[in-house]
């Protein structure tokens, strides 16, 4: 394998590529030689300052994408056109038509494309999606999902980061992760509506605070509270289901974990300790993308999957300019 992109995610998926079984991470690019050196010297692997002379070796299969949202598809589609598979960090790009070439770019060249959407991977999270695909609670009607942040300072304030164009907003660049997750457990969405504006950060040109709704193929709808203007932040949420409800107000730390309350049954409380698993989620996620290159089957957590993360988005940002509810698929943007 190879990385594009050393900063803090870069490096967590290079670190977590390094020590799994049958993966040897070789070389790691980015324009910044500060963050590429450092990296390439903790992993005992080639330092390349230009990406693309990364992409032209010939002894890696696989590249890492791991840059700001708006440089995935450059480096993506050169990578696929140069034989190699695609891992691209979320979100798989900030425009449809973006996620299209790359998704066509994999295809043509008969690569695989994996997207990092590491919630699919995080214990409290997939037991959620678990408990609710077994159906024991019956078909779910509703699910909510709140994440909130004060967003002042560091990581946040980067130049890119408080541009759409380049970032994708808080509801691609963050709450893709979200997103994800209530497709996973409701299925495809269908029709989206939200409200939100810009009250705190505004320096940054979007909403810094959306409630969005959406409605989902089987007929259940959802909500995700997303926000970095909080001063008191927060990370959870709710399914309810025909016949029961799993609460999960926090998905880690004191009090995480999830609770599960049948309609003629006491409630059960798994606590996230619990849900623990050995490898660390994004290994895990790295581990699955690397097994089906292997396999030759499409990554659990693909292009599509990549896509529809930033369909929905994209939709509840119409809605906020608009003031009307969007309908899926998009046609347009």
């Known amino acids: 394998m190879g990385l594009i992109g050393c900063g803090g995610m870069g490096r967590s998926l290079a670190e977590n590529a390094a020590v799994l079984s049958g993966c040897e991470v070789v070389a790691v690019s980015d324009p910044d030689e500060e963050r590429g050196r450092p990296l390439s010297s903790d992993l005992g692997c080639d330092y390349e300052p230009n990406h693309e002379n990364l992409i032209r ?29 695609v891992f691209c960090e979320k979100p798989l790009a900030p425009s449809l038509a973006s ?88 299925g495809d969405a269908v029709s989206v509506y939200a409200v939100g504006d810009t009250y705190r950060q505004l320096n940054q040109d979007y909403p810094d605070l959306a409630v969005v709704s959406m409605t989902f193929e089987s007929g259940a709808v959802g909500s995700l509270h997303s926000s970095n203007a909080n001063t008191s932040g927060g990370y959870g949420g709710r399914v309810d289901c025909v016949n029961g409800s799993i609460v999960f107000p926090s998905f880690r ?79 347009e943007e």
């Open 57 to 85: 070796r010939d002894d890696m299969d696989s590249v890492l994408i791991a840059t700001p949202p708006f440089l995935h598809e450059a480096p993506a589609v050169a990578a696929a056109e140069n034989g190699k598979h």
């Open 99 to 186: 996620c299209d070439r790359i998704i066509e770019a994999a295809e043509a060249n008969g690569v695989a494309l994996g997207v990092g959407l590491v919630c699919r991977y995080h214990p409290v999270h997939a037991e959620v999606a678990r408990l609710v695909k077994t159906n024991d609670l019956g078909p779910a009607m509703c699910m909510s999902v709140h994440r909130l942040s004060g967003g002042d300072g560091g990581a946040w304030q980067v130049p890119w980061r408080l541009e759409r164009s380049k970032s994708g907003g808080n509801l691609m660049e963050i709450n893709a992760h979200e997103i994800d997750f209530m497709r996973n457990v409701m």
């Open 253 to 331: 730390g004191e009090g995480g974990g999830l609770t599960i309350q049948g309609r003629d049954e006491p409630s059960r409380f798994i606590p996230a300790e619990e849900l623990k698993q050995e490898k660390d989620p994004v290994a895990q996620e790295i581990d699955a993308f690397v097994r089906a290159i292997q396999s030759g089957e499409t990554p659990p957590v693909g292009g599509r999957e990549g896509r529809a993360a930033t369909e929905i988005a994209l939709a509840a940002y119409t809605s906020i300019e608009t003031g009307q509810p969007v309908q899926l698929p998009l046609s």
